[in-house]
Every structure is written in structure tokens, then in C-alpha cells.
């Protein structure tokens, strides 16, 4: 088990990521309240991004819609507690079949029609969209006035049912993170990878060369879709509050594809590096734009570090960075 | 419900949707001929809006008065963005031109916001409240004056793209890029100039569109969306296919409105979107790629 993980990557790389991990362990004891509370949207973001570089990054298939996923997740996890009692950890698993089965509906009939590229990136905003409207018209969700969950008891941490301080939810996030990018890694190595791969750089020919590109796309878009439902129960549960206009929003696909996009996509660590530098980024343009008091000097800023981003690293950073720590995979 | 309100609610209606059919021909236009997909498009709406704002409520002109300059404005401006920034992607994949406009973009909207802040404006007009009256048709005489301007502008661009040496050129390069170069054209000019043609296009339908509804820098999003609504039912390059797809979504915007709710009018869009790009992903007129 182990050593299929290990086998392949540079010793230094291991060394690296086993610092960072222990890093990430002990964090939480050394800096402040306020610090993981960032760090936990450091991680989540991650782990989003993660989960869309696996359909997009690996089986090259564009969405522009992974909000509806997260939505999904949000909403069973959330109206499985609140309604019924249930645990996240059960609504988790639920949200993500229910993902899975609209991941389904949307890459069956995207790829059945042949709908590609921009054309099934648009198909993808329009069913997020729709969903966003219908859950706002729902009344058994709170339709547009929102769905609230407990308030949860900072002081004592309630795991089962995900209650408790900021420090607890840092290492469920964590755990999450650590899980996507270990399945990234085991995938990518595996036969599926190489067809998402394959079908990624040329469909045709993988076509051609007999894979069902159907049914791998099938099962991308699907397990894409599944866990970013689980991303989104945990967001139920960390903000206690549940509006289609936010979480619904086209705003937050877009948010969640900025990581991977920056950090590079189809690698395996771009999507931390792009959540690391986006957050770092939005803090610090947060404390520096209030001093003034303008609206939006922050969204202009962050707007012109992509035009930046994109016009000196279009392939992203991650590449360039393990260039720069001598990081490249001997093959 | 009566039979008078629903066919005044269905004639204002299609004449807000030729508004919308010229915004959306900038979007159609410019991926016609570059394959760019302008994710800005919503925002250089809401600039456009902004625009004739000023010019109107500064110079204290009419919006339709204000409209030749707004898109002269945004000729320019589009011009120079495509020259000096979006050139240099057309090669790059669709995510990395995606993540360029939308950097553009959040540099609009939010321009706009630090500027004029996030309150709704609107331009009052002497015009507002008079309408011409068909026997039980009554059609309010600014949506009259914005739909007519409107088509007109589609006219004018239509005869441009027809009958100029310009506007044939650029119906070259999108035909054959490569063989255009080899007789000689300048490409690089030509995008830039159907950049500027296409947000001319969104600076005269912004202009006309103040006299119909308030501006807020957050309308941008529903106008990028609405734009790609558009332009997939009409059909992504097809001139003639905006316009008649603004009018289907003006319509239907109408019509759900009233016999729905009228929270409810977009998710009709979008299912129209949808069942488009499933069945007929081409556009009403379109050809087949």
C-alpha cells in the first residue's frame, strides 16, 4: 500500500510533503483562532479545487457549474439534520449520490448529444442555475429565505454531528484534503488515469484506440460531482447558514476553479498551491484595502493579479515552482 | 386574466428583446470571427450603462442622444483591449482565456462599483410616461424608441459586415484565417477592430437598455448569462440568430412573468438553454460547425 504511493516520486518531493503535512498537524497549536479559521478556507478550497482538477485537470471535460454539486451536498447534509436528526457524516454520503446521480443526468445527456468544450461548460452553468431558482422556490429547503442549521456550541466538540470550534472542522478539512490528493495521486496511476488522460489530449483517438470514452467521462464527471458534495456538507456545517443565491451562485463555480486554474491544472499539487496563493492574496488584499473606503478596491486588485497570473505562468505556477525545487518525476 | 394584458405584456416583451438581441450580437460577433468567448460581456454591459448615465445626467442629453458616443467609447475601448491584451491569447486554451476576461471582468464590475457605488440609477425622461395606443394595444413610446433603435443598429451592422471592404474581410478571417492571411489582410487589425465593432454593439444597446431598467454594477453576471442564452438559441456566430434570440428570451421573460412569477422567468431560460444545446446545439439559424 505504501510503497504503490511512494513508488515513482522523488525522494525529495515525499520529504517535502511530509514536512508539510507535519506542519499542518501542529498549526493549529501555534497560531491563533483567526489564523485557522483562514486555514480552514485554505483547505476547503483545496479540496474543492481537487475535486474539479479531477474532471477538468485529468478527463479534461470543462464545468463551469460545480456549484450545483456543492449545493447538492449542502442542502441533503443540512435537511438530513435539521429535518430528521441524522449526521453529516451519514448526509455526507447521501449528498454525494445525490451529486453523483445529477453529475449523472448532466454527463449523460452532455455526452450522449456530443455537447463539448464551452458548449458543455454553458450546459453546466444553465443546470446550476436552473437548480439554484427551483431550490429558491422550494419551501421545504426555506426556499429563498435560507435554511439554518443549530448554532453550534464552540466550547465542546461534537464530531458525529460536527458541532464544535473552528479547530475541529481544521482537521476534518484537513483529512478531506489529505484524502482527495492521496486518490488523485492512486488514480492518476491506475488505468483510469491514463484513459482521462488519454481522452484529455485527444478523444478521438482515444476513441479510436478502444476506450469507452463514455463511460470514463461518465465516471469523472460523477466522482467529480460526488465529492464536491461532500465539500459541500461540510460548508452546511461550518457556516450554519444555507441561501440558493450563494451557495447556487455562479460566483462560487468560478471561486472554486480559480485554485486549480493558478496552481495549475491536471497536476496534483496545483490545486493547494492555487488555494495557498488565492488566500494568502484575498487576506492580504483585505487588510490593505481597509484603510480605504472604497468598495471593490480588493476585487480590482485580485482581478488584476489574474490578468498577471495568466499572462506570465498560463500553464499555471505549480509547474514552474517544481521546476524551481527540482521536482521533476524521473520517468 | 385578460386577453388585452396579456398581448400588451407579449409586445413589450419582444420589444425589450431586440435591446437584448444588440447586446447579444457583440457576443455573437466576436466569437464568429476570434472563437473568444467574451465572459466580460455582461460587465462591459453594465459599464456601457454606466456611460450613457453620465453622458446624460452630465451633458443632459437623451440616452438615444448619448448612445453615438457611448459606443464610439466602447468601440475604442474594445479595440485596444483585443490589441494589446486578449491578442496575445487566442491561441491559449479555453480555460486560460476564460480566467483573462474574467479577470477583465472583475476589473469592470468593480470599477464601476467604486465609482457609482452599489445603489440602482435610472434616467428619468420627459418620454417616460407617454405611449402610443393601438386600439387595446398600448406600447410605451421609450421601449418603442429603444426596440426601433435598436434594429436599426443590427441593420447597420449587418450592412457593415455586408457591404464594407472592412466588414468583408473580417467575414474572411473568420471563414479562413489562414487563407486570409495568405492574400494579404491584416489580421491582427481586423479582430481588433470586430473586438470594437462587438462592444460598440453592447455600448448602444446599454444605452438604450437606461431607458427600460435601473442600473447596479450586480447586473452584470445576469447580463453575461442572458448574453449566452442568446446567442446559443440563435446560434453562436449567427448574426441574424441574436437578435432572434433576444426576442425569444424577451418573450418568454414576459410571458413567465406573468403566468408564473416572475422570480421565476430565468429558470425558463435556462431550460430553454438547455433543451438548445441538447437538441439543436447549432442555434435556431446557425450552421453546423
Not at chain 1, 525529495?12 to 493549529?28: D, E, H, Q, T
Not at chain 1, 496563493?277 to 492580504?284: K, N, Q, W
Not at chain 1, 498577471?308 to 505556477?317: K, M, Q, S
Amino acid at each position: 500500500m505504501i510503497t504503490e504511493l511512494t513508488h515513482g516520486v522523488p525522494r525529495r518531493a515525499l520529504v517535502l510533503l511530509a514536512l508539510l503535512l507535519v506542519a499542518l498537524l501542529v498549526a493549529p497549536g501555534l497560531v491563533g483562532d483567526y489564523m485557522v479559521s483562514i486555514l480552514v478556507i485554505l483547505l476547503f478550497q483545496a479540496y474543492l479545487g481537487m475535486s474539479w482538477n479531477l474532471m477538468m485537470g485529468f478527463a479534461g471535460q470543462f464545468s463551469l457549474g460545480h456549484a450545483l454539486f456543492i449545493g447538492l451536498g449542502a442542502y441533503t447534509g443540512g435537511v438530513l439534520f435539521v429535518e430528521y436528526a441524522i449526521s453529516p457524516w451519514i448526509g455526507m454520503a447521501i449528498g454525494a449520490v445525490v451529486a453523483a446521480a445529477a453529475g449523472a443526468v448532466i454527463g449523460t445527456l452532455g455526452f450522449r448529444f456530443g455537447v463539448k468544450g464551452v458548449y458543455f461548460a454553458l450546459l453546466t452553468i444553465a443546470f446550476a442555475e436552473f437548480t439554484r431558482i427551483l431550490f429558491d422556490h422550494w419551501e421545504f429547503v426555506g426556499s429563498s429565505s435560507g435554511l439554518y442549521l443549530p448554532v453550534a456550541n464552540r466550547d465542546s466538540s461534537d464530531l458525529w454531528n460536527l458541532r464544535g470550534s473552528a479547530t475541529m472542522f481544521y482537521y476534518v478539512a484537513l483529512g478531506m484534503s489529505v484524502a482527495c490528493f492521496l486518490l488523485s495521486h492512486v488514480l492518476l496511476r491506475r488505468r483510469v488515469g491514463y484513459y482521462w488522460q488519454a481522452i484529455r489530449e485527444d478523444q478521438d483517438a482515444a476513441e479510436t484506440l478502444g476506450i469507452d470514452t463514455f463511460r470514463y467521462r461518465m465516471a469523472a464527471v460523477m466522482l467529480s460531482a460526488a465529492l464536491t458534495a461532500v465539500g459541500g456538507t461540510f460548508y452546511a456545517f461550518y457556516y450554519n447558514n444555507l441561501y440558493p443565491e450563494t451557495i447556487f451562485s455562479m460566483h462560487r463555480s468560478i471561486e472554486l476553479m480559480l485554485g486549480p486554474i493558478i496552481g495549475g491544472i491536471g497536476t496534483l499539487f496545483g490545486p493547494v498551491l492555487g488555494a495557498a496563493v488565492l488566500t494568502a492574496l484575498g487576506e492580504t488584499l483585505t487588510h490593505m484595502a481597509e484603510g480605504s473606503r472604497l468598495d471593490g478596491v480588493k476585487q480590482i486588485a485580485y482581478g488584476v493579479c489574474l490578468l498577471l497570473i495568466v499572462g506570465l505562468r498560463p500553464h499555471g505556477l505549480w509547474p514552474w515552482l517544481r521546476r524551481l525545487l527540482g521536482l521533476e518525476a524521473k520517468s | 386574466m385578460s386577453f388585452e394584458l396579456i398581448l400588451n405584456i407579449v409586445a413589450a416583451g419582444l420589444l425589450t428583446g431586440l435591446v437584448y438581441g444588440l447586446m447579444a450580437l457583440g457576443l455573437s460577433a466576436i466569437f464568429g470571427v476570434m472563437r473568444v468567448v467574451n465572459f466580460a460581456h455582461g460587465d462591459m454591459m453594465v459599464v456601457a450603462m454606466y456611460g450613457a448615465y453620465v453622458i446624460s445626467t452630465g451633458a443632459g442629453l437623451t440616452p438615444v442622444q448619448a448612445l453615438p458616443f457611448v459606443a464610439l467609447v466602447m468601440f475604442v475601448f474594445g479595440f485596444l483591449l483585443q490589441r494589446f491584451l486578449i491578442n496575445r491569447f487566442l491561441q491559449a486554451t479555453e480555460h486560460v482565456q476564460f480566467l483573462l476576461l474574467l479577470g477583465v471582468a472583475m476589473i469592470l464590475t468593480n470599477g464601476s462599483l467604486m465609482l457609482f457605488g452599489p445603489d440602482a440609477r435610472n434616467i428619468q425622461l420627459d418620454a417616460s410616461f407617454e405611449s402610443y395606443s393601438f386600439g387595446p394595444l398600448l406600447l410605451d413610446k421609450v421601449r418603442v424608441m429603444a426596440a426601433g433603435l435598436a434594429g436599426l443598429s443590427a441593420a447597420s451592422l449587418w450592412a457593415f459586415f455586408r457591404y464594407t471592404t472592412t466588414g468583408k474581410a473580417i467575414r474572411a478571417c473568420a471563414d479562413n484565417q489562414l487563407g486570409a492571411q495568405v492574400v494579404g489582410l491584416n489580421i491582427n487589425r481586423l479582430y481588433a477592430i470586430t473586438f470594437g465593432v462587438g462592444t460598440a454593439c453592447v455600448g448602444a444597446a446599454g444605452s438604450l437598455l437606461l431607458m427600460l431598467v435601473d442600473v447596479h454594477p450586480h447586473l452584470s453576471t445576469d447580463f453575461t448569462l442572458l448574453g449566452f442564452i442568446i446567442v446559443i438559441l440563435g446560434g453562436l456566430g449567427s448574426l441574424g440568430g441574436a437578435l432572434l434570440g433576444g426576442v425569444v428570451v424577451g418573450l418568454s421573460e414576459a410571458l413567465s412573468g406573468i403566468l408564473l412569477a416572475p422570480s421565476l422567468k430565468s429558470m425558463f431560460s435556462f431550460g430553454l438553454l438547455i433543451l438548445v444545446l441538447l437538441v439543436r446545439p447549432q442555434g435556431l439559424l446557425g450552421k453546423r460547425a
